[in-house]
C-alpha cells in the first residue's frame, strides 16, 4: 500500500479498540517473569556455553601481544576469540568503530578478547588471565580542549536563513549565551546481550536489539555472509533508548564465539562496558543567540552546536529543532564535530532535539526574562504555522499554543511569580518553570503479515520489536479493530527475521509506522474475507467476528473455515513528508524546592502537554511519557559520564557512579493528550510521543531552579555545587 495521499475516514476512526486504554498484553509475562529475554533463553538450543569480553585497557594504540596461555589452561575454557583467530571481519553501516579491537585499538573497553568456557564464572575468572601488552598512543578526549585548540580537525554543517549576522547586530535586544550537556548513557535495565548458535553455515542469534531488519545485515555484513542464512530474533526488550539500534560486539563475538568453540554460545556486555563499549549520548557546547525586538518578536536566532565523535562519526544535531520551532526571519542553525577518541556517539532517546532543547529553551527563558514577558507569552508571540526557513511548507498540525494555554492553565501559572527568589515554603525556595516540546515526526515504510484461521483468530506477524513501549498492545488493537474482532482473538508475533520487515523501534517512529503496516495488511485481508465470502469488499462491514455486505452477515470463522486466508503487505509513504512539515509538540512545567540552606533541589510536580496526533493507547503513551520525563529530570539534575581526559573513558561506567532518578526523586506526574488527529501522517493518523516527552524536560528543570533562586546555571547536569556559593541569604 502506497501512502502519498492524506488519510479520509477509514476502520480505524472507529476507535472501538484504537485509542482506548487497554492494558499491556505482555504485562502479565513481564510481571510473573516469564517473558523470555535473550540471555535467558535456556529453552532454545542445547549445551550453552558461557562468554565474557574483555575491554581494550587503552583508549587509542595498538596491541602489541596477546598471551592466552593462562587463560586457555583455566578451568572450564573452551575456546578464546581475538583478531587472531576471528577471520576476516567487515564493518556494518551503522557501526562507527570495529566491534573486534585489535591490533589497532579505537576506543576505551573495545572488545578485544571472548573467553568461552563451561560456566558464567569460569569464563569470567579466565578473562582476567588474558594478558595484553599495549602501545598507547596519544589521544583527543576533551571536547572543550578540541574545540578550543583548533578549527582544522572540526566539521562544520551550516544552514542559514537570510542574513543572520547583520540582523543580530542590529536587533534592540541580542543575549548570547553558551551552555554545555555532557555524555549520556543509556543506562537501560536489560544489558546488551546474545545467544549464538550455528548449524552448519547457517547462523542463528537470540538477541536484544530494537532493529531486527537493519541488525540482520549488518550481522552478515561483518561476517560476509549471506543474509538470508541469518536468523535474528528478539521477542522481548528490556529498555533500548536507542543503545540496541544497531549491532554491537555481544551479538558478534557470541557468533565468532560459537563458531570456534563448535557449541552455542551466550555473551551479555558487563555493565562497565555498556558505557564504553557501546554508543552513547554525546557531550555538546552550544552557543545559542536570539536578536528580537523591544516589544519580544524574534528577528535573528542563531544556535551552533560542538560536539565530539570518533573519526566516520557524525556529529550530534542539537539544533535541528531551531530551525522549525520559532519565527525569526534570519536564521543560522550549525553542528561541528570535533574528531575524539572516545567511544562512539549515537542515538540516544530524541537525538539532537533532548540536549538542543536543553540550551535553547533556557534562553528563551532568559530573553523573555530580559524583555519582561511572561516566558509563554513570548513563545506565544514568535509562533509560526509554516516551516520558517521554507514558508511554501506548512505543518502538518501544530498546536504548541494550545499545550502550552492548557498547561499553564491546568499547572496554574498564573501563581507563579516573575521576580525570582520570592516563593517560600518553610525552608524551601519554590518555583515554577516550562519549556517548550518539540520532535520531528518521521516515517519509515512497514510490513506485517495477517492471517485468519477457522477458530476465527487473527495473528499477526512482524518484526516490529517491543522495547517496553507497548508494541504488542497497539499492534493487537490495530488488527482488533479492522478485523473486527475482539483483542483475546488477536495472537501478535514480533522480533523475528523470519517475519516481514518492520520499521523497528526507534525515532519514535515505531507505534506510528508498524501499526500502519498491519493496517495495510489487514485491508488487503478484509478483502480476501470478502472475496472468499463472496461479498462485496468496498462496502463490507468487519464488526464483532462478522463480517456483513448487501444484506448478508457472515462469521469469520465459518469463512476461514477450509483453509486460514492469508495476507501480507507493507506500507510505503510518499511525500507528503515533504511537502507538510511533520512534527510533535508540547509543552513541559515543572515546580521544583531548592533548600534554602543546602542547595539541595526536589523536583516536586511535573506537568506534559502534549499534541502527537491520535494517541492508539492512552495508558501505554502516558507511560511512555512520564518515562521520558523521568529521564529528562534526571540529565537536569544529575546525569553525566564523567570523562578521564587523561586515559580517555567514561570513569563512572556503572548504576552506582552514573546516577539515574530513584522513585524518590520523582514527584507526581501528570500528562495530558490534546486530542487530535493527523491525515498527513499515515492512515493511523497518528504519531510517536515516547521521545516528546524528554523534549524540553531539562530546560523547565532548569528555569523553575532559576525561578526559585534566581541563579541561572547553564552547565548540566544542575548539581547543588553549582548553586550552594551563590545562594541567596537563607534568612
Request: a neutral charge.
Amino acid at each position: 500500500m502506497k501512502f502519498d495521499t492524506p488519510a479520509t475516514t477509514n476502520p480505524i476512526d472507529q476507535l472501538k479498540v484504537i485509542g482506548q486504554p487497554v492494558d499491556r498484553i505482555d504485562g502479565p509475562l513481564k510481571t510473573t517473569g516469564t517473558a523470555p529475554y535473550a540471555y535467558e533463553r535456556h529453552d532454545v538450543v542445547p549445551n550453552q556455553a558461557y562468554g565474557y569480553i574483555v575491554g581494550s585497557a587503552i583508549a587509542k594504540g595498538r596491541i602489541v601481544s596477546i598471551d592466552l596461555s593462562r587463560a586457555k589452561a583455566a578451568p572450564g575454557v573452551i575456546a578464546i576469540v581475538t583478531h587472531e583467530n576471528a577471520g576476516k571481519l567487515g564493518k556494518g553501516n551503522f557501526n562507527t568503530a570495529r566491534l573486534l579491537g585489535g591490533p589497532v585499538i579505537d576506543h576505551y573497553h573495545q572488545a578485544v578478547a571472548l573467553v568461552v568456557a563451561q560456566t558464567f564464572e569460569q569464563a569470567r575468572a579466565a578473562a582476567q588471565l588474558v594478558q595484553v601488552k599495549y602501545a598507547r598512543a596519544e589521544g583527543s578526549f576533551g571536547l572543550a580542549d578540541a574545540k578550543a585548540a583548533t578549527d582544522k580537525k572540526t566539521i562544520n554543517r551550516d544552514n542559514t536563513v537570510g542574513d543572520f549576522a547583520s540582523a543580530f547586530t542590529k536587533a534592540e535586544v541580542r543575549p548570547d549565551q553558551t551552555y554545555t550537556t555532557p555524555d549520556h548513557s543509556h543506562a537501560m535495565m536489560e544489558p546488551q546481550a546474545t545467544i549464538a548458535a550455528w548449524d552448519g553455515d547457517r547462523l542463528t542469534v537470540w538477541t536484544s536489539n530494537q532493529m531486527i531488519d537493519w541488525t540482520t545485515g549488518e550481522l552478515a555484513k561483518t561476517l560476509d555472509m549471506p543474509k538470508d542464512k541469518v536468523h535474528l530474533m528478539s521477542p522481548y526488550i528490556g529498555g533500548g533508548f536507542g543503545g540496541k539500534l544497531f549491532l554491537r560486539a555481544d551479538t558478534l563475538l557470541a557468533a565468532l564465539g560459537a563458531r570456534i568453540a563448535r557449541r552455542p554460545v551466550k555473551v551479555a556486555l558487563q555493565r562497565p562496558l555498556i558505557a564504553n563499549n557501546t554508543t552513547h549520548r554525546p557531550a555538546t557546547i552550544q552557543r545559542i543567540r536570539i536578536g528580537a525586538t523591544a516589544q519580544g518578536k524574534i528577528t535573528a536566532i542563531g544556535h551552533e552546536s560542538w560536539s565530539g565523535n570518533l573519526v566516520d562519526g557524525k556529529p550530534e544535531n542539537a539544533v535541528q529543532q531551531t530551525r522549525l520551532l520559532y519565527a525569526g526571519e534570519h536564521r543560522l542553525t550549525g553542528t561541528r564535530l570535533a574528531l575524539l577518541d572516545l567511544p562512539e556517539g549515537n542515538a540516544m532517546r530524541a537525538p539532537g532535539e533532548a540536549p538542543g532543547l536543553m540550551a535553547l529553551e533556557i534562553a528563551v527563558d532568559e530573553i523573555s526574562q530580559q524583555l519582561g514577558i511572561d516566558p509563554i507569552e513570548f513563545r506565544v508571540l514568535n509562533d509560526t504555522q509554516v516551516d520558517p526557513g521554507n514558508p511554501s511548507r506548512p505543518f502538518s498540525q501544530r498546536r504548541l499554543i494550545e499545550c502550552l494555554r492548557t498547561g499553564a492553565e491546568r499547572f496554574g501559572w498564573n501563581k507563579r511569580s516573575a521576580r525570582p527568589g520570592l516563593v517560600r515554603d518553610g525552608r524551601w525556595l519554590v518555583g515554577m518553570g516550562v519549556a517548550a516540546a518539540f520532535r520531528n515526526n518521521q516515517v519509515m515504510k512497514s510490513a506485517a503479515r495477517v492471517a485468519l484461521d477457522a477458530r476465527g483468530v487473527v495473528t499477526v506477524e512482524t518484526d516490529m520489536t517491543d522495547i517496553g513501549t507497548g508494541s504488542y498492545t497497539i499492534i493487537a488493537q490495530t488488527a482488533a479493530e479492522m478485523m473486527g474482532v475482539p483483542l483475546e482473538r488477536v495472537v501478535v508475533r514480533l522480533g523475528d527475521s523470519h517475519f516481514p520487515a518492520s520499521s523497528g523501534s526507534g525515532g519514535q517512529w515505531g507505534a506510528n509506522c508498524s501499526t500502519a503496516g498491519v493496517y495495510a495488511a489487514c485491508t488487503k485481508l478484509r478483502e480476501a474475507v470478502a472475496q472468499r465470502a463472496g461479498l462485496d469488499s468496498a462496502g463490507a462491514v468487519f464488526a464483532d467476528g462478522m463480517v456483513r455486505a448487501g444484506g448478508r452477515s457472515v462469521p469469520l470463522a465459518g469463512i476461514a473455515a477450509g483453509e486460514s486466508i492469508v495476507a501480507e503487505d507493507v506500507l510505503e509513504f510518499g511525500n507528503l513528508d515533504k511537502q507538510y512539515q511533520q512534527s510533535t509538540f508540547g509543552a513541559h512545567f515543572v515546580e521544583v524546592g531548592v533548600d534554602a540552606f543546602t542547595a539541595e533541589i526536589r523536583v516536586r510536580r511535573m506537568l506534559a502537554v502534549c499534541a502527537a496526533g491520535r494517541i492508539l493507547n492512552p495508558k501505554s503513551a502516558r507511560s511512555q511519557v512520564i518515562g521520558a520525563m523521568t529521564m529528562g529530570v534526571g540529565a537536569a539534575l544529575m546525569e553525566e559520564l564523567a570523562v578521564d581526559e587523561r586515559l580517555g573513558f567514561f570513569v563512572n561506567h556503572d548504576l552506582a557512579g552514573y546516577e539515574v532518578p530513584v522513585h524518590a526523586d520523582i514527584p507526581h506526574q501528570e500528562v495530558i493528550f490534546l486530542d487530535e488527529t493527523d491525515p498527513i501522517s499515515s492512515p493511523m493518523k497518528a504519531k510517536g510521543v515516547g521521545e516528546l516527552g524528554i523534549c524540553g524536560v531539562g530546560a523547565a528543570v532548569a528555569n523553575a531552579i532559576h525561578n526559585a533562586t534566581g541563579i541561572r546555571v547553564r552547565d548540566y547536569p544542575i548539581t547543588l555545587d553549582k548553586l550552594i556559593s551563590r545562594m541567596p541569604d537563607a534568612a
